[in-house]
């Protein structure tokens, strides 16, 4: 999505590096390339040089198509890279004024290739890409990424050295309440159908780090997971500790949030107990940090360590569940809470729009990994008509290009369509989009809008 007629309105960032190369493949062309793929994609630039004042400006390559050819034989080597994460449309040749440049997109890599490492070890050779550049990740970032690689989500494990007795019957019975129990003659029936409790190599059934995590007692909790943390701070209350188990958390916090004035409103606030569904459903509880709730007049937060499974611009655009935690989404989709289908954070930032909310903020970081969802509970300020916020154009724009990236093109009433988004909105996120050099109109008179290469 460079614009390489405008390439002087560019700089390095964390999504761009540039690079002469005009020796050759430069060894650090590795190291970028592991650190795009382990954190948010980006954009490699060979024949591009950074200028003094930081922009960049083309530089003419001898021979584009051996450099090329170079890297696609190193990026098939597995002594140099661990994973080829590439298509072929991610690779390209450019002329401008008569300079050869080459493009190279890496996309954010999906969970169950990374980590993404050079040299054949991942606790030397992986990255990640922060403002300052690229860095060598913690042996905990990879330790957390090879966790999400796992095709069995951690939360499946069973805990052979305990019985039932370690799941507080209290906290189940209350779960069983809130979906249809009749489906399980008694409790062991009902952890074992869900997942919670499963057979261990004795024979004997045994809860699973699920059925720890849901209802287990504090004690037995830490053991297992002694990076455990739930906190909840309120706008009147200040900030509580909770020791008990996520369940038991998440029905104190309800009640909290039912309290809310803007919980009056009965999609609002089944929208925040899905954003808190969905923290508990994927944080990573064996990073530390701990699960932070806060609530405020002006908006309501969840924050959970862990980072984005899938792209973010797919969890933007909906239709994709890659829950961390398998069996707690299970038994939180039995109790009627979320409804699965990946498309939690666009209904989200629907019902805001309807109520005339200011948009919902998704926030992810790294050292460590956490991603934040801030809720606004107050209205949006005036705007000029058409006129969108950062967060809206962020996830607005996200979910264009995700659709455009899947079906080429598309003309505006499609997108509205498909996206589920107002027509005039989707006329004014076509027309941002179109001002950053993102997308463009085909030259066919369709009136479609495609990704501009």
């Known amino acids: 999505m460079i614009d390489f007629n405008e390439i002087g309105k560019y700089k390095e960032n964390n999504r761009i ?27 490699l630039l060979l024949g591009v040089e950074e200028l003094p004042g930081k922009t960049l400006r083309c530089i003419d390559l001898p021979d584009p198509a051996k450099l090329l050819r170079r890297f696609r034989e190193l990026l098939e080597d597995r002594t140099k890279v661990s994973a080829n994460i590439l298509s072929e449309e991610d690779l390209q040749i450019h002329e401008i004024d008569g300079k050869h440049v080459i493009s190279i997109r890496v996309p954010r890599a999906l969970r169950t290739d990374r980590p993404v490492y050079i040299n054949q070890d991942p606790f030397s050779g992986t990255y990640r890409r922060n403002g300052e550049g690229d860095y060598r990740c913690t042996s905990d970032e990879i330790e957390a990424m090879l966790r999400d690689a796992a095709i069995q989500t951690h939360d499946m494990q069973v805990c052979s050295g305990l019985s039932l007795d370690a799941l507080d019957a209290e906290t189940i019975a ?11 003659a008694d409790d062991p029936a009902f952890l074992s159908r869900t997942g919670a409790a499963a057979c261990a190599e004795d ?19 830490r053991s297992h997971f002694p990076e455990y ?24 916090v309800c009640r909290e949030i039912d ?13 925040i107990r899905e954003a808190f569904a969905n923290c508990l459903i994927n944080a990573d509880y064996y990073a530390p940090g701990g699960i932070s709730v806060v609530s405020a007049p002006a908006h309501i937060s969840f924050s959970n360590p ?18 961390r935690n398998t069996i707690i989404f299970r038994i939180f989709k039995y109790m009627n809470i979320g409804k699965g289908r990946g498309g939690g954070i666009q209904n989200l930032f629907s019902v805001w729009r309807r109520r005339g909310f200011s948009a919902p903020e998704i926030r992810e970081q790294f050292q460590p990994d956490r991603i934040t969802v801030l809720l606004p509970l107050t209205a949006a300020r005036e705007s000029a008509p058409g006129r969108l916020g950062a ?11 995700e659709y455009l990236t899947e079906n080429i093109c598309a003309r505006a009433a499609e997108l509205s369509e498909a996206l589920g988004f107002p027509l005039r909105e989707t006329e004014a996120l076509i ?7 993102i997308i463009t109109e085909r030259p066919d008179d369709s009136g479609a809008f495609v990704l501009k290469s």
């Not at 209350?174 to 399980?184: K, L």
């Not at 906190?231 to 104190?252: H, M, P, V």
């Not at 309290?259 to 929208?271: E, F, N, Q, S, T």
């Not at 027309?431 to 050099?437: F, I, P, S, T, W």
């Open 17 to 43: 590096e540039a690079k002469k190369a005009l020796g050759g493949l430069p060894e650090s062309i590795w190291e970028t390339y592991s650190a795009f793929a382990n954190t948010l994609g980006g954009i």
């Open 174 to 184: 209350r779960c069983r309440a809130c979906g249809n129990s009749a489906e399980d």
């Open 203 to 221: 024979g004997q059934l045994r809860p699973t780090a699920a059925g720890i995590l849901l209802f287990g007692r504090m004690e037995t909790i």
């Open 229 to 252: 943390r739930l906190a909840y701070t309120g706008a009147s209350a200040g900030k509580r500790r909770f020791d008990n188990n996520i369940l038991e958390f998440y029905f104190s």
């Open 259 to 271: 309290a809310l004035p803007a919980a009056a409103d009965p999609d609002v606030k089944r929208g």
């Open 306 to 323: 862990g980072s984005f499974r899938i792209r973010k611009e797919s969890a933007y655009a909906g239709g994709i569940s890659d829950p």
């Open 391 to 401: 967060a809206e154009l962020e996830a607005g724009g996200a979910a264009v290009i």
């Open 431 to 437: 027309d941002a989009l179109r001002e950053k050099g």
